[in-house]
């Protein structure tokens, strides 16, 4: 009983402190560079334009022209809009030069955040080509990869951090075939490259969120979708399909998203934050009510539980 009391006060005192470290801030915010891509909309817009209230110096990626008018007009001289194609290997480089020539000689990145993603294609894995896996791990995890090749030795200068957006799906898979398959891939990479470099000062961190009211949910660019690929199936496949079976997907779908989606999209930003300016981040960061509490532990269950619970879940 003496040990036990022992072991718990230990481990209170372990809690207390390490809660404390995690209170830490990093100094010299004004003096310090961070690049976001897929700042056009949804998490990489709001982070952007938190980081500069903050005084970072941002590089916000955006994919459009249109993104890149929006961010200026909306943020401070201290932060540089580009547009920036993640998927694309010459979009990237030149991105980068415009990165060198700006932060100062003797700097270099503090933060890189690869939160650019799309959802990917609509339907079961049956539908799904090749095409559509490559168009969805071209952005989603190829465009990770690359980014935080292309921008490691400005990285490794500042002894700075990388931080790559993975999902709740890259721990627990359903929906989308190609997204979770790219999410996976995410959270694989980031493991393999923190461990790589677990001697070099640059630490990687992995955000999860769960569901969230963004416009990569939005309801009628889904509907397309699902439109979309119904014309590309092969015409004995959509003889055999349900007239309305547009209207049954998005319907279900939204049924699910009433369950589950959050709206709070702070949240997700908030954890960004936290792993660009605690002196002492978390390797991962699990955000979102249904993420805690629905999928995580889903995960963990057996899978003849788990498969049965989210089968129920789904429409």
């Known amino acids: 009983m003496y040990w036990l009391l022992v072991l718990v006060t230990f481990l209170l005192i372990l809690a207390i402190a390490w809660h404390a470290l995690r209170k830490i801030k990093v100094g010299n915010i004004s003096s310090r560079y961070v690049l976001v891509t897929g700042c056009d909309s949804g998490f990489g817009n709001l982070l952007t334009k938190q980081l500069d209230l903050l005084g970072f110096h941002v590089f916000a990626g955006c994919l459009t022209q249109a993104g890149v008018e929006s961010v200026k007009s909306e943020c401070s001289d201290k932060v540089m809009a580009i547009q920036m194609d993640v998927s694309n290997d010459e979009s990237i480089k030149q991105t980068i030069e415009v990165i060198r020539k700006k932060v100062p ?133 959509k003889e055999s399909l349900p007239c309305n079976l547009a209207d049954m997907m998005v319907g279900g779908r939204d049924t699910f998203l009433e369950k589950v989606a959050s709206s709070k999209v702070n949240e997700v930003v908030e954890a960004y934050i936290d792993a660009i300016i605690s002196q002492f981040p978390k390797s991962r960061y699990l955000v979102g009510f249904d993420a805690k509490f629905i999928f995580r532990p889903l995960s963990m269950l057996p899978e003849w539980i788990s498969d049965w619970v989210i089968v129920k879940m789904l429409p």
């Open 105 to 237: 000689a003797e700097k270099g990145l503090w933060a890189v955040v690869n939160n650019a993603g799309v959802i990917g294609s609509i339907g079961p894995s049956t539908w799904q080509t090749r095409l559509d896996y490559d168009n969805t791990m071209a952005v989603n995890l190829y465009g990770v990869i690359m980014v935080t090749k292309a921008c490691m030795p400005l990285v490794l200068k500042e002894q700075g951090r990388i931080i790559n957006t993975a999902s709740i799906m890259g721990r627990f898979a359903f929906g989308s075939p190609s997204y979770c398959v790219s999410k996976y891939g995410v959270e694989a990479f980031s493991d393999v490259l923190r461990r790589e470099i677990y001697r070099s000062g640059v630490s990687v961190h992995i955000i999860e969120p769960g569901f969230y009211r963004t416009p990569l949910l939005d309801r009628e660019s889904y509907r397309q979708k699902v439109n979309n690929k119904i014309k590309q199936l092969p015409e004995d496949v």
